[in-house]
């Protein structure tokens, strides 16, 4: 999320930063990291100039290099692996929010690998595909303020999303239900009208036992599902088994309150549901669920109407990601390419093929194949450490930690000691980094313009500008890839000289008269294109049928179960009984955390001091039975992997269900190997498993909601 | 003039944001926090649960005996009721820290004085909001003239029957609490 500051700047030195009141995020406000953020700009610690391992990668020998010399030798190396290997060789991974996401995806479209990878899988984007095709795009701007009933599933913005969160609140205030579905009592269940406590990764089984009382009590909307839907009478007959007494088993949620939220929610009209990422992080059946929540969505008539899931279509006149792709530069045989491609279909080349079809018969514009057509991170690392199916040999790495950031961080090590060539683009020295050939410095947002448009799926946009120019040798994301594209034949692909060049151009179609990306963040700060509700009547649905589709074709092309079903949990007693006795508890591994920010943070000192280790929540029994004390380090122990933290006892969650905390990594401990800040100590992804068989059919999402464990006390020095 | 803050507990998530903009705002060292946040609960059984989130700083009591107990007068009442500590005055004896019911008094090790909230008395000089108040995503904080019976604050803490911390220890703060 990216709220707006406003920077007190003298003599070219940054000495103020507040909040912007007309930012309508934040509206002036802060969290704790936005009010550290100048500890964020000069920070000891920040990387400030582009460094070369010298000694052995992991021993952190480290030399100060030329940036000319860090992108010749960059650029060599991987002319040379893709002249050996083809150019699937090379791969990429990144993060979130703080990157022109386009600029990578042009690069690697130019060089011709597909292998780009985000933590998409269990980010978002099996939700947004789910709806896009079922409805032709994400119905992901739910007009809280105007519903009479938010439902927020899988979600926790009072830690997480503070300013969803104070709209939440005002809603509140003004009579809005909020119903919050979550295992864990969190900030934002605690201020719910209604929280439905439900198993770890039951949400499927929920949402299905939603669809049979809703259908089944005719409370669906009639005359919309008649006049602009197709597949309902299937899918009532598919959701009959589904009953609420099924779902009382598997959610843990007595059948009458399954039946009474139900109801609330559907006689509540116009109601939204909030999307979250815990439901994509589901492994098997991430998708299932979604479809199911979808289907909720749609029969209760809340898409893109007032107060209910307003689904915002592509900005029509500026620039977007996808338009700055040049995804067509891809060719066909090198899309086929795409690691895991042929197993997880929707968020890969082949649904996003249909899908792009789709969308611009309607919206004359897709979705960027960033974040929504990539490679299944799973494979790609197993293809750095095993070279099958074929080697991948070269990573760029961009604000992102991935021996933090994926599933079987152990594999992810494997993987990435495996490559011939690492490069990463940091603010920090992380775990990662430290594996690395080259590690570059890059800009934070102060020291670039910042451009807000949702990963280029909204219809508007914000912009601001730099406060300074970027500090030391740090560069911005998008001046890495443009420079290092020119040393690879992509000169006349890259026209820009500067950032704001860049989105001048990008701007230019909206026609505001302005001579520069400067004037524009003066005069305009913002774009909102206009915006019309209920667009599949005025332009049909982005779908096959051209409809809403209840039954999604979409689906059904790729050759999946096109209706809303069950899949079971892919770690429950009843799909792995041989293990059921020694890993008897239930993890949650992850769920965002004041005051970090993903795996960032944990160098600003007064940040790292409101949480120093890291933690995880047990039941008062569950603390009882072990005789662990409050603060205790304790093992948290998977088939795939053990690490300990902290216990907080608290009955915020079940007797067995035990949540613990992610991200985690010590920049103040050894940073050489085979310590590498301890980035196996209490990082939780050790115990995530991301066996392809465990994650999602259609998306390729690891599980990391509902994984069977055991816990055990820590004995000393261990 | 008096003035007073207004801390709605039906909004706070503890985020700790108010904490680290004050600490930001002060320059102050790490472990000295003028405003302090504390999760209450949960309290209960799963899933029967309640919980909130507390923030503490200086009450700005009208009764203040920290600045009853000074020895030095270097605690005393600002006119607008805000009470300050001179730095010049403070010989570090620890007595206010004592007697403070609230326990939000510390000792800056750096400086060899006592500090705490000063209400940010000078950006209310100028006009302008505490830096907690500006900080808030959740806009659970409003700072504002309790003598005046228009003010927001005013209206506010009669519309949510919003109370002081402990009221009955007799200090007469001028921190109000909308309770959860």
């Not at chain 1, 009843?574 to 920010?597: C, D, N, R, S, W």
């Amino acid at each position: 999320m990216n709220c707006g500051m406003l920077a007190t700047v003298e003599d070219g030195v940054v000495t103020k930063l507040v909040g912007d009141p007309e930012h309508p995020f934040n509206l002036g406000a802060q969290c704790p990291r936005g009010a550290s953020a100048l500890d964020h700009l000069n920070h000891p610690n920040r990387i400030n100039y582009p460094l070369k391992q010298v000694g052995k990668r992991g021993a952190g020998q480290f030399k100060r290099v030329s940036w000319k010399e860090a992108l010749d030798d960059i650029a060599a190396r991987l002319a040379v692996l893709k002249e050996e290997y083809g150019a699937e060789t090379i791969a990429t991974t990144g993060g979130t929010n703080r990157t022109d996401d386009f600029a990578r995806r042009r690069f690697f479209n130019l060089i011709g690998s597909p292998n780009v990878v985000h933590t998409a899988p269990v980010c978002w984007i099996p939700n947004f595909l789910t709806e896009s095709a079922s409805y032709g795009w994400a119905a992901f701007d739910p007009e809280i303020a105007g519903a009479r009933c938010v439902v927020v599933w899988g979600h926790n913005p009072g830690s997480s999303y503070l300013p969803e969160m104070r709209g939440l609140l005002q809603a509140k205030a003004n009579g809005t239900k909020i119903i919050v579905i979550d295992p864990i009592y969190s900030e934002t269940a605690s201020k719910a009208e209604l929280w439905l406590p439900i198993k770890p990764g039951s949400d499927n089984a929920l949402a299905l036992a939603w669809l049979n009382v809703i259908i089944n009590e005719g409370l669906f909307d009639y005359k919309f599902v008649a006049e602009w839907t197709v597949g309902f009478d299937e899918l009532s007959d598919r959701v009959q088994e589904y009953t609420p007494e099924w779902a009382a088993e598997k959610t843990g949620i007595s059948p009458e309150l399954i039946a009474e939220s139900a109801r609330i929610y559907a006689m509540s009209k116009p109601a939204c549901i909030q999307w979250g990422v815990a439901t994509d992080q589901l492994g098997k059946g991430s998708t299932a669920s979604a479809q199911a929540r979808v289907a909720l969505r749609i029969i209760c008539g809340n898409l893109d109407v007032p107060g209910g899931d307003v689904m915002p279509g592509p900005h029509p006149t500026f620039v977007t990601d996808w338009e700055m792709e040049l995804n067509e530069m891809l060719p066909e045989v090198q899309r086929n390419k795409q690691l895991g491609s042929e197993k997880f279909k929707l968020n890969s080349w082949p649904g996003y093929k249909l899908l792009t079809e789709n969308m611009l018969r309607v919206w004359g514009k897709s979705i960027p194949a960033e974040w929504f057509c990539e490679a299944n991170p799973s494979r790609v690392f197993r293809a750095m450490a095993t070279g099958k199916p074929y080697p991948v040999k070269a990573c760029i790495v961009l604000a992102n930690n991935p021996l933090v950031s994926y599933a079987n961080s152990k594999l992810v090590y494997k993987a990435l000691k495996n490559l011939d060539l690492l490069v990463v683009m940091e603010y920090w020295m992380t775990p990662s980094a430290m594996l690395a050939d080259y590690v570059l410095p890059v800009a934070s947002w102060l020291e670039r313009p910042v451009m807000t448009t949702t990963y280029g799926v909204s219809d508007w946009l914000i912009a601001s500008e730099r406060a300074i120019e970027p500090l030391y040798e740090r560069k911005t994301d998008f001046d890495f890839w443009k420079e290092l594209g020119y040393r690879m034949g992509q000169v006349e692909y890259w026209p820009w000289e500067t950032d704001e060049d860049m989105f001048k151009y990008r701007l230019d179609p909206i026609d505001l008269g302005v001579d520069s990306y400067e004037e524009f963040v003066q005069y305009y700060r913002m774009h909102f294109a206009d915006r019309e509700y209920r667009k599949y009547q005025t332009r049909g649905g982005a779908t096959l049928s051209g409809k809403i589709e209840l039954k999604i074709s979409l689906f059904e092309q790729l050759g999946y179960d096109p209706l809303p079903h069950y899949v079971e949990r892919p770690f429950s007693p009843e799909t792995k009984p041989e293990i059921a006795e020694q890993y008897p508890m239930t993890l949650v591994a992850g769920g965002g955390f004041m005051p970090f920010f993903h795996s960032e943070h944990k160098e600003i000192t007064r940040i790292r001091l409101l949480r120093p280790y890291p933690r995880v929540t047990i039941n008062p029994a569950l603390a009882e039975k072990f005789k662990i004390e409050e603060g205790e380090w304790i093992w948290i122990e998977t088939p795939t992997g053990k690490v300990k933290q902290t216990a907080f006892i608290s009955p915020a969650v079940a007797p067995d269900v035990i949540q613990a905390e992610r991200g985690w990594w010590f920049p103040e401990k050894e940073v050489t190997e085979p310590s590498l800040m301890g980035v196996f100590d209490s990082n939780i992804n050790v115990c995530v498993d991301d066996d392809p068989d465990t994650c999602d059919e259609l998306c390729g999402s690891f599980c990391s909601r509902g994984i069977m464990c055991r816990i055990s006390k820590v004995e000393e020095d261990a | 003039m008096h003035w007073g803050l207004l801390i709605n507990l039906k909004k706070c998530v503890g985020c700790q944001a108010c904490t680290i903009a004050c600490q930001n705002e002060n320059a102050l060292p790490s472990d000295l926090k003028y405003c302090k946040v504390a999760k209450v609960g949960p309290h209960g059984r799963y899933p029967n649960l309640t919980s909130y989130n507390i923030t503490v700083g200086c009450m700005h009591c009208e009764d203040a005996p920290c600045v009853d107990g000074c020895p030095t007068g270097a605690s005393h009442h600002r006119v607008d009721g805000i009470v300050a500590i001179d730095p010049e005055k403070c010989v570090g004896c620890l007595f206010c820290m004592l007697v403070c019911p609230y326990g939000v008094r510390q000792l800056n090790d750096e400086k060899g004085v006592v500090e705490k909230c000063t209400m940010c008395c000078e950006r209310l000089d100028e006009g302008r909001v505490t830096r907690c108040v500006e900080t808030c995503q959740l806009q659970a904080r409003l700072v504002g003239d309790l003598d005046d019976p228009e003010s927001e604050i005013v209206k506010q803490i009669h519309k949510q029957n919003a109370q002081p911390l402990y009221h009955h220890l007799g200090t007469k703060p001028s921190v109000y609490y909308i309770m959860p």
